[in-house]
């Protein structure tokens, strides 16, 4: 009886070791797609395991018929997508007691106006104006306008989108506001459809010298 089963075993790792020597490793190139987990696991149900990309290549490895099919997804999948459309929406935000004519904040601010107060104590925020501009991924993005009579313009020297589609994220390079002879400059990392405080400066004002504070926030468009 236990020669019986030696034999049945040493038959399985036989066979197993033959499956083995059967499986062959190919290297294929990459351009467009981002090796994921998503991706692996569609390649594990073909019996086919991927590696980590190296210089644009991935190893595939399994039977020979698998890795043809495996190579073969790659290949439909690996094609270069258009740049998403992006929308970049700011708020230049006064914080005066001498607001004039000014417009209240539009309620989708309130979370910020509420940031505002409770970091700076602004307790009168007002909108000095507000801008959209419409860019895509990898290209730059500016507008401009008359405003409190003088002139604003904001700029940004390139978008980069990134992250899976439910969470996308969005860089924003070399943000410049220029608006009544003040400046605020910086890159941005922000969640799509993010309000975000990018930063204060002074201007001068009916009544002396108020707080100037840019709002940012960035959407991925999907159409």
């Given at each position: 009886m236990n020669r019986l089963i030696a034999r049945i075993c040493l038959g399985v790792l036989m066979s197993a070791a033959c499956v083995r020597a059967q499986d062959v490793q190919k290297l294929v190139e990459v351009k467009h797609i981002q090796p994921n987990q998503e991706l692996r696991n569609l390649l594990d149900v073909l019996g086919v395991h991927m590696s980590d990309p190296v210089g644009g290549f991935v190893a595939l490895k399994g039977s020979k018929d698998a890795v043809a099919a495996a190579e073969e997804v790659l290949h439909k999948m690996d094609v270069e997508k258009p740049a998403e459309d992006v929308e970049i929406m700011g708020w230049l935000v006064v914080a005066s007691a001498h607001g004039g004519d000014l417009e209240t904040l539009p309620a989708s601010l309130e979370p910020v106006a509420k940031q505002l107060k409770t970091a700076f104590g602004y307790s009168d925020l007002r909108l000095l104006t507000s801008f959209a501009v419409r860019t895509r991924a990898g290209s730059n993005g500016h507008a401009s306008g008359l405003v409190g009579g003088d002139f604003y313009a904001f700029s940004t020297s390139r978008v980069d989108v990134g992250g899976e589609s439910a969470v996308r994220t969005l860089r924003l390079n070399n943000v410049h506001l220029?608006?009544?002879?003040?400046?605020?400059?910086?890159?941005?990392?922000?969640?799509?459809?993010?309000?975000?405080?990018?930063?204060?400066?002074?201007?001068?004002?009916?009544?002396?010298?108020?707080?100037?504070?840019l709002v940012l926030s960035a959407h991925v468009v999907s159409e």
């Open positions: 220029d608006c009544h002879k003040s400046q605020i400059q910086m890159d941005l990392d922000m969640n799509d459809g993010q309000k975000v405080v990018i930063g204060k400066t002074s201007m001068a004002w009916e009544d002396g010298v108020a707080p100037l504070i």
